[in-house]
C-alpha cells in the first residue's frame, strides 16, 4: 500500500506541470525531426540496410519517444542531493527500504511520462511520417515487458549513482558519463549492427542495448523475445549491486556521524 501511494503521489506532482512538460515534448519531436531529416538525406545517395528510410523513421520514433522511460530518468534517483542536505540519515532511517522507497517514486514519474511523452510524442510521429506498426498482439507486450525491464534497470543505475554520492558528494557526472554511453552503446544514434565490429561486441558486454536497442527491435519485428532473458539477468544482478550499495551506505552514514 505504502509503494502504490508513492508511486501515485509522484504522478499526481507531474501533472501539476502539464503545460511546461509540452515545451519538453514539442523539443524532443524536434530533435527527432532532426534526426529523421538527416537519415532521409542519407538515403538518398546511400543504402540504409534492411532499415531503409521508413525502417529508420520507424527507429528514431520509437527510440526517441522511449527515451523518456528508460534514460530521462531522475539523476540519482535525487539521492545526491538528500546527501548533501543530510536527508539521506533520514532516508536510512526509516522502517522502508530505501531502494523500493526512491523505485517506486521513479515508477510514477514514468508512469506518467509513458502517458504525458512517449504516447503524444510516438502518436504524433506516426501520424506525420505515415510509421507503420506491428499486426500482431504479442509483439507488443513483449515490447512492453522489455520496455519495464529496461526501466527498471536504468533505476537500478541511477540508484547506484546516487549513492555513489555518499563517498563522493558530487555523482552528478557519473550521471553523464552513464548518459553519454547510453546514447552511444544502446543503439540511440544508430544501430547496434552498424557499430564498428569491437564496439558492436563491447556493447553487449554491458547493460546498455537492452535500454533502447532491444525494445525498438522488438516493436519492429527485428528480434526475438529471446534477448530478454539476458536483459532479467542485468536486472538481477543490479538489484543484488543496489541491496549491497544500501548496506555500504549505511555503514558510510554511521561512520560520518561517529
Request: proline share 5%.
Amino acid at each position: 500500500m505504502l509503494f502504490s501511494v508513492l508511486a501515485r503521489k509522484a504522478y499526481a506532482r507531474n501533472l501539476q506541470y502539464r503545460g511546461a512538460h509540452m515545451i519538453h515534448n514539442v523539443s524532443s519531436f524536434m530533435f527527432g525531426f532532426v534526426y529523421v531529416s538527416l537519415w532521409a538525406g542519407i538515403g538518398e545517395s546511400h543504402s540504409l540496410g534492411e532499415y531503409g528510410v521508413q525502417g529508420m523513421t520507424a527507429y528514431i520514433a520509437f527510440n526517441q519517444a522511449s527515451l523518456w522511460l528508460v534514460l530521462f530518468i531522475t539523476n540519482g534517483l535525487g539521492m545526491e542531493e538528500s546527501v548533501r542536505t543530510g536527508q539521506i540519515a533520514l532516508d536510512l532511517m526509516r522502517p522502508v527500504p530505501l531502494f523500493l522507497h526512491k523505485m517506486y517514486r521513479e515508477w510514477g514519474q514514468i508512469a506518467y511520462q509513458f502517458v504525458y511523452k512517449f504516447l503524444p510524442i510516438y502518436i504524433l510521429y506516426f501520424f506525420l511520417f505515415s510509421i507503420p506498426v506491428p499486426g500482431k498482439l504479442s509483439v507488443y507486450g513483449w515490447t512492453a515487458l522489455s520496455l519495464l525491464l529496461a526501466a527498471y534497470i536504468s533505476i537500478c543505475m541511477n540508484y547506484l549513482i546516487g549513492a555513489a554520492a555518499m563517498w563522493t558528494t558530487e555523482s552528478r557526472w557519473l550521471y553523464w558519463v552513464n548518459y553519454a554511453f547510453s546514447m552511444l552503446l544502446s543503439g540511440f544514434f544508430i544501430p547496434l549492427e552498424w557499430l564498428p565490429a569491437w564496439l558492436r561486441q563491447l556493447s553487449w558486454l554491458t547493460p546498455y542495448p537492452y535500454l533502447l536497442y532491444v525494445p525498438v527491435s522488438l516493436f519492429t519485428e527485428r528480434t526475438t523475445p529471446a534477448a530478454l532473458p539476458a536483459a532479467l539477468f542485468w536486472c538481477v544482478l543490479f538489484t543484488g549491486l543496489c541491496m549491497l550499495a544500501t548496506g555500504a551506505m549505511r555503514k558510510k552514514l554511521e561512520v560520518q556521524g561517529g
